[in-house]
Nanobody, 121 residues
Framework: VQLQASGGGHVQPGGSLTLSCAMS????????QAWFRQVPGKEREWVAV????????FYKDSVKGRFTMSRDYAKNAVHLQMNNLKPEDTAVYFC???????????????WGQGTLVTVSS
């Protein structure tokens, strides 16, 4: 199983970025997916979660209305569309997948490498 995250970069406040996580070795419908982020010196925190079936979406309060997580079945990938970015969104973002859905990082068995998002003027 491999998860490959991409799409990070530098953007000004109010700008947009789309992160992608290409997944191989697992099926989207057979696993829950999530995006986490981590600021140096702080714990990794969940940002958005997509359950296996349905699928139900969950967003951290601070990103609701600004971030949208979606599945791309053609590419076997998940995306995180981030709009109206704020300096406090600056972090390394990680994608994750697992058999169960949850808000804690230890729920997820598979992880991609991080991609850095920097929001500053």
């Amino acid at each position: 199983v491999q998860l490959q995250a991409s799409g990070g970069g530098h953007v000004q406040p109010g700008g947009s970025l789309t992160l992608s996580c290409a997944m191989s070795g697992i099926t989207l419908d057979g696993h829950a997916q999530a995006w986490f982020r981590q600021v140096p010196g702080k714990e990794r925190e969940w940002v958005a979660v997509l359950s296996k079936s349905d699928p139900s979406k969950f967003y951290k309060d601070s990103v609701k209305g600004r971030f949208t997580m979606s599945r791309d079945y053609a590419k076997n990938a998940v995306h995180l569309q981030m709009n109206n970015l704020k300096p406090e969104d600056t972090a390394v973002y990680f994608c994750a997948a697992g058999r169960f859905v949850g808000l804690l990082e230890n729920v997820y068995e598979y992880w991609g490498q991080g991609t850095l998002v920097t929001v500053s003027s």
